[in-house]
């Protein structure tokens, strides 16, 4: 068998024992994740792959629930708090490994934020005596007034709606659920808001916007992309209404919805585009379907806007 060394060569001297070990067994998994796309793996194959999952795991748990520890004490908690932690931060671990990259940050570094989310969403359903349900929409909420405050914009209850999708209503009792929370701990108002993106994220969501943005000024006229971006307003919280850009431009709002339909229905079928829509998103798992299929244009419209916002909002 040939020994490869084009694995060798990728690994810095300046990486440490744990990110050597996340680069050489995210390449296992990364070959896994080929062959699954051609067939199921073997039984094999399978507990290889799980093996593997579970050594990184082992390598970062002890610093998770070492945080954990730390954080918990303070708390009157349940004795199987530690077990049901350690879980959730298994789950954690595991969806954002694919976004790690051992070349730019040590696991603690990139693994932190997330694992001290998964804690203080913990402390706040348990300790506070808040369901999973309101603890969770409590994260949501601090992370988007964050978000705000951090730019130093005045925020009000729409603007968070929009940031966090949740109904004005939802917000608004959550925001009255997290400012009475008897046992509100400093350490949690600091950590929960950890969603902010880091290093690796912000390089991902800066080539996501780079391709979309050639994507739109190769299929649309200067003109078109003007007209696109003044209604899109990205340095704004929401789009500009019709009769906003009818009166800018000297448009009737029929032109001009006309026209934003016309650019919205080809964008929305650009192939660089569509690929970044999310679909692990439930409240777009109803969007994946094409425009030819018959779906409604005000749909497409919304989640081709969303993607763009999105990825646009990541970088401001």
């Known amino acids: 068998m040939e020994k490869s060394t084009t694995g060798k060569s990728a690994i810095s001297k300046d990486m440490t024992k744990e990110q050597t070990i996340f680069y050489v067994g995210q390449k296992v998994l990364k070959k896994f994740e080929k062959i699954k796309l051609e067939r199921p793996l073997t039984p094999a194959e399978k507990r290889k792959e799980d093996e593997v999952k579970q050594l990184l795991f082992e390598n970062i748990v002890r610093f998770g629930m070492g945080e954990a520890n730390r954080r918990i004490a303070k708390y009157r908690i349940d004795k199987d708090a530690r077990a049901d932690i350690q879980q959730a931060l298994a789950l954690m671990?595991?969806?954002?490994?694919?976004?790690?990259?051992?070349?730019?940050?040590?696991?603690?570094?990139?693994?932190?934020?997330?694992?001290?989310q998964v804690i203080s969403e913990?402390?706040?359903?348990?300790?506070?005596?808040?369901?999973?349900?309101?603890?969770?929409?409590?994260?949501?909420?601090?992370?988007?007034?964050?978000?705000?405050?951090?730019?130093?914009?005045?925020?009000?209850?729409?603007?968070?709606?929009?940031?966090?999708?949740?109904?004005?209503?939802?917000?608004?009792?959550?925001?009255?659920?997290?400012?009475?929370?008897?046992?509100?701990?400093?350490?949690?108002?600091?950590?929960?808001?950890?969603?902010?993106?880091?290093?690796?994220?912000?390089?991902?969501?800066?080539?996501?916007?780079?391709?979309?943005?050639?994507?739109?000024?190769?299929?649309?006229?200067?003109?078109?992309?003007?007209?696109?971006?003044?209604?899109?307003?990205?340095?704004?919280?929401?789009?500009?209404?019709?009769?906003?850009?009818?009166?800018?431009?000297?448009?009737?709002?029929?032109?001009?919805?006309?026209?934003?339909?016309?650019?919205?229905?080809?964008?929305?079928?650009?192939?660089?585009?569509?690929?970044?829509?999310?679909?692990?998103?439930?409240?777009?798992d109803k969007l994946k379907v094409k425009l030819s299929e018959g779906l409604a244009a005000e749909e497409l419209e919304k989640d081709l806007i969303d993607t763009i916002r999105e990825a646009a909002d990541m970088l401001l």
């Open 122 to 284: 913990y402390l706040l359903a348990n300790s506070q005596h808040l369901s999973q349900y309101d603890a969770h929409n409590v994260s949501k909420v601090r992370g988007a007034i964050q978000y705000y405050e951090s730019r130093n914009i005045q925020w009000d209850v729409h603007m968070i709606v929009n940031r966090t999708g949740l109904s004005q209503k939802v917000v608004v009792q959550t925001i009255h659920i997290a400012a009475n929370s008897q046992r509100a701990n400093i350490d949690d108002q600091i950590d929960l808001p950890s969603k902010m993106p880091t290093p690796e994220e912000n390089a991902v969501h800066r080539d996501k916007l780079y391709r979309i943005i050639n994507a739109i000024n190769r299929t649309l006229s200067k003109d078109e992309c003007q007209f696109f971006f003044y209604r899109m307003n990205l340095d704004g919280t929401k789009d500009r209404t019709y009769q906003d850009v009818a009166n800018h431009y000297g448009m009737s709002v029929k032109d001009v919805k006309k026209q934003w339909s016309s650019i919205t229905a080809r964008l929305g079928n650009v192939s660089e585009i569509k690929m970044y829509r999310d679909p692990n998103a439930k409240k777009k």
């Open 93 to 116: 671990f595991f969806d954002k490994l694919p976004q790690y990259d051992p070349r730019v940050s040590t696991p603690s570094t990139f693994f932190v934020r997330y694992f001290n």
